[in-house]
């Protein structure tokens, strides 16, 4: 399936062929085949350091091409039929500002049996006020750690910039597993065979508590019971077929030894797998599970607001958090103190940033890499496919699982082809998807959503829950590597026993304030950090030479030679509107992410919409605009 270059044809692609001159997008059109010369690695899923580039080519000139030409293209885009149009969805969106709905442009699946409208709306914070514990962030970190405090009798108030589930919680596949994507053979040469074991133990709880709380509070959000299979990534008769096999074949020995439900099956197959692509054999996890991320949460939520302890505010961005007075050797007192962006003060006993990364500079934000993955569930006739959770071993690797869709058929929801934030083309990875695909189920039919998401890597495998480096009140959750959804609800048991004083097995584990591990990853470390900093090459280069040549739709930056770079977001109507291009966590020069219609900062991965809004730290605040257009858009998108 021919793959159109840039998102920025949704809606426009009859008014840019109207003046389109012939000629290829090919620079922004290729698409990897990934059942031929596809690039391997011989680690299990995630569990080397990713390919880093240490050498950049320097630009030769103040002002370089190097990404205008992308304009160019789009603009020069032949006529193509709707189905050819990656950004085509289920329906048209009509909402004109989706900033504080969700970080991204596109819908995710979970928006078909619930969608945007269903999502509980909750005031924002007009007013100074005390709490015994303030949790920043209502995604299922955030939920999932107000809930088990709210259960052992804590005041409770949690805050949201946005509106609740608009991050990254709600653009998840809706994978619960304790098969971790990095692989306990890696984990343990980090952590050891007991940190290995109790990351294990920790996952895999958390994974039965979602399981749990859903029963318990009669929650219907599709959570079951099914096994999970890793394969090779290369089809039967290639050595790199053999040689990842007996990866697995390991790994499965190994996570035996530390408790899990595991076996290795050469003959391994997944019902309705029925292409001529052989790829058969690998490791079976037992007792895994899946769910309905958003549906599950808003049913905790319901119960939370009937609780007398627990209040909530969206649309409330925090803007500073800091610990006031002094506790030495059992004597003083400490207390957190937290300042909103419309002036209003929080104090708390304790603080929690459940913000996917925390808000702050540096310190634990150097230990993270940050990545965008990217999802498609296509229809296929129900029962024609295996209800498992299932696994490639490439680094980018596949992830596949099933959920409902109607009476005939279900949605096989597969995602993959990740990479660094703002620093790679968006475009092509939906085709990729949908070829892999369709190439080895081909019972399948239309593709109705796509969608992609952020992930936050860890250098050492593992995330940080607790107390953050330099605080006694202040904890942090971050780090979730791929598995976001058990780890926001590990938070939940992890922050409330801290919080309580009761010592936790696996806290120490999942401490930001751990050395050993982070030390043992200081190469990969080291690579990460000399790669982000050639981010910064980005000063030198434009986007575009002229507003005229950004179509309409679509975004850019424009940096000229005696001017600050500024992002340009030109709407389907042709309104210009223009913002400081410079993120404010690090400076860093934003990037336009054609999926999701976003400027992204390669740098440490912040995201913000097309109104220039945060939605996605570690900047607190959004893009500062740059003209009246701007500023009246950026208002207009936060009301």
Known sequence: MAILASACQRQTTRLLTQNAVSGRISALSATRDVTAATPFSYKLRGTSTRTIITQTQQPSAPQTRTTASRYKALSQVQAVTPRQTFATMTQ???????????????????????????????????????????????????????????????????????????????????????????????????????????????????????????????????????????????????????????????????????????????????????????????????????????????????????????????????????????????????????????????????????????????????????????????????????????YDNAEEYKYVRLTACDENDDYLVVGGCDHKVGQEETTSRFGELEKWTRSRFPQTKSTDYKWSGQIFEPVDYVGFIGKNQGNDKIYIVTGDSGDGLTHGVLAGRLLADEIEGVKNPWADLYSPKRVASILKSLPSMVGHDLQINAQYKRFLQTDIQDIEDLPRGCGGVLNKATQKPVAVYKDENGNVKQFSALCPHLKGVVCWNHVEKSFDCPVHGSRFSKEGICVSGPAKAGLAPADEAGEKEQVAAAA
């Open 92 to 390: 048209p969106n009509t909402q004109p500002y989706r900033a504080m709905q969700s970080s991204g442009s596109t819908d995710p699946v979970w928006t078909h049996k619930l969608p945007w409208s269903k999502i509980p709306e909750f005031p924002s914070l007009d007013k100074d006020l005390e709490t015994d514990i303030a949790i920043i962030g209502a995604g299922i970190a955030g939920i999932s750690t107000a809930y088990e405090l709210v259960r052992r009798g804590k005041q409770v108030t949690l805050i949201e910039a946005r509106n609740v589930l608009s991050g990254e919680t709600g653009r998840t596949s809706g994978h619960l597993t304790n098969d971790l994507d990095d692989g306990f053979v890696e984990i343990a040469k980090k952590h050891g065979e007991e940190g290995a074991k109790q990351a294990a133990a920790s996952h895999a709880w958390a994974r039965d508590r979602i399981g749990e709380i859903a029963k318990e509070l009669n929650i219907e959000c599709e959570y079951r019971r099914l096994p999970a299979y890793d394969i090779s990534q290369f089809p039967v008769g290639e050595k790199k077929h053999d040689d990842e096999l007996q990866e697995l074949k390991e790994e499965a020995e190994f996570q035996r030894k530390i408790g899990m439900e595991t076996r290795f099956d050469p003959n391994l197959t997944v019902r309705g797998w029925t292409s001529s692509i052989d790829q058969r054999g690998g490791m079976v996890a037992d007792n895994q599970a899946t769910f309905h991320p958003t549906k599950y949460l808003v049913g905790v939520l319901n119960w939370l607001q009937t609780q007398p302890n627990f209040h909530c505010y969206a649309r409330t961005r925090v803007m500073d958090i800091k610990e006031k007075g002094i506790e030495l050797l059992g004597m003083g007192h400490k207390t957190v103190e937290i300042q909103t962006e419309n002036g209003h003060t929080i104090k708390a006993e304790n603080a929690i940033e459940a913000t996917c990364v925390p808000l702050q500079k540096l310190s634990v934000i150097t230990q993270l890499e940050f990545y965008r993955t990217y999802c498609i569930a296509v229809r296929v006739p129900k029962g024609s496919v295996e209800d498992c959770l299932l």
